[in-house]
C-alpha cells in the first residue's frame, strides 16, 4: 500500500539519493568532469528524487573562494557529462535527470543567529524569560 503523506520521501527515494550523493561526491572530489570551475569546488549536500525517481536534485555549496554563479554555471553546462559517470557508478534502472540548486541553509541559518545576537532581541528574550520565572502553574 502507498504512503499517502505529503512530502515524506520513501525509503527508496531516500537510499537512491544517498546514492547519487555519494557518486557525486567523488566525482567532484577526484575532478572527473573535465570543467576547471568545477575542480574540487562543489560540496553536495543533498540529493533529493522525485517520487517516480526519475529526477534528482542535488544541493550544492560552492567552496570558499570559488564564485557561487560560476561554479552553477559549469555545473548546468556539465549535467550531461556528470550524469553519465554518476550512471557509471551506480547501477539504476532509469539514470535520473539531474538538476542541481545552491543550497542556500547555511546562509538562512547565519541570518537567523544574527538576529537572535542583535541587542534589542537579546533583551526582548531576556523578558521572555523573566516572564516565565514568576509563572505560577497552581493558578
Known amino acids: 500500500m502507498a504512503d499517502h503523506r505529503k512530502g515524506a520521501p520513501s525509503q527508496r527515494q531516500l ?3 544517498e546514492l547519487i550523493r555519494h557518486a557525486l561526491a567523488e566525482i567532484f572530489s577526484r575532478g572527473d568532469v573535465n570543467d576547471p570551475a ?4 562543489v560540496t553536495v549536500v543533498e540529493v ?17 573562494g570559488h564564485r ?5 554555471s559549469a555545473l548546468d553546462r556539465s ?3 556528470i550524469r ?3 550512471g557509471r557508478r551506480i547501477t539504476l534502472k532509469f539514470m535520473p535527470d539531474l538538476h542541481f540548486r545552491q543550497d542556500t541553509s ?12 542583535r541587542p534589542e532581541v537579546a533583551r526582548d528574550l531576556r523578558h521572555d524569560d523573566d ?4 509563572f505560577n502553574s497552581d493558578q
Open 84 to 86: 553519465a559517470e554518476v
Open 48 to 64: 533529493s528524487m522525485s517520487p517516480d525517481l526519475r529526477h534528482a536534485t542535488a544541493y550544492v555549496i560552492p567552496f570558499a
Open 38 to 41: 568545477l575542480d574540487g569546488a
Open 15 to 17: 537510499r537512491v539519493g
Open 79 to 81: 549535467r550531461k557529462r
Open 131 to 134: 516572564d516565565d520565572a514568576g
Open 106 to 117: 547555511l546562509d538562512y541559518a547565519a541570518r537567523v543567529d544574527e538576529i537572535l545576537h
Open 68 to 72: 557561487s554563479a560560476e561554479v552553477m
